[in-house]
């Protein structure tokens, strides 16, 4: 037994609890190589239905980091309970996105600026208008800083955060494809996480930011394996980790 409330996703089992900063990669494998590859000592803190959640020490910050899941309803969970339960600040996304910009490549690291999205997930919050989810700029700042010490190769702007994985682009003139549309208003990458993110940080007067690497190219057809994907991304995992240690006494 913990002291920590209990929620319908996490169920906190050691006293050690959250960081006041929690990376957020997609996939529990990931979580998991980050927790055993970055910090020192973890321990394993939520188990809920898989997703595993570990905290603790990255040069002498308590750090966590736990699984979102796939897409913003999920991460729209997640980052809901730990801004409201656990009195978590910063949560960083780090995950894979898909480049739709020819001056970007494969392991190019993309920080999210801002998150367009053809997500209805706004409409919980009943806003005249649109909504424009942006990253916190201490988070933004802080991941340019860190991405220039480690001399990563990083770009900053805007991506769109889908609830389609699998669109049907197929008898759509190429002029007309979404694709082409985001494409030519500049936005970096696609991914389906960073807008909920982004909304619920502003909603709860907190901060989000989603770091990704570039798993592949959706125009030049280029891509990397699903092991890469889990276990490459090194650079991007340093540079939010140095974001988390930065933003300990902000």
Not at 66 to 85: C, K, V
Not at 197 to 225: F, P, Q, W
């Amino acid at each position: 037994m913990t002291n920590f409330p209990v929620t319908p996703h996490i169920n906190v089992q050691n006293e050690i609890g959250f960081g006041k900063t929690v990376l957020m990669p997609g996939d529990p494998l990931r979580a998991k190589f980050i927790a055993e590859n970055f910090l020192e000592n973890p321990v394993l803190v939520n188990n809920v239905r898989g997703v595993n959640g570990y905290t603790g020490y990255y040069k002498g910050v308590k750090v966590s980091v736990m699984a979102s899941g796939m897409g913003m309803p999920a991460i729209g969970i997640y980052s809901h309970e730990l801004f409201n339960f656990f009195d978590v600040e910063n949560i960083i996304r780090v995950g894979s996105a898909g480049a739709i910009q020819e001056n970007i490549n494969l392991y190019d690291i993309v920080i999210g600026q801002g998150a367009c999205t053809d997500s209805n997930y706004a409409a919980q919050f009943h806003l005249p208008g649109q909504f424009a989810p942006i990253a916190s700029w201490d988070l933004v700042r802080e991941a340019a800083a860190a991405a220039e010490k480690v001399g990563a190769t990083y770009h900053v702007g805007n991506l769109s955060s889908s609830d389609v994985f699998y669109g049907d682009h197929i008898g759509v003139p190429e002029g007309l494809d979404s694709v082409y549309g985001l494409k030519k208003m500049g936005v970096m990458a696609l991914e389906m996480e960073a807008a909920a993110l982004y909304m619920n940080a502003a909603r709860y007067g907190k901060r989000g930011l989603s770091i990704c690497t570039v798993s592949d190219h959706i125009l030049k057809g280029e891509a990397t394996t699903a092991e890469e994907r889990q276990n490459a991304f090194t650079t991007m995992m340093t540079v939010a980790l140095d974001v988390a240690v930065a933003m300990e006494n902000k």
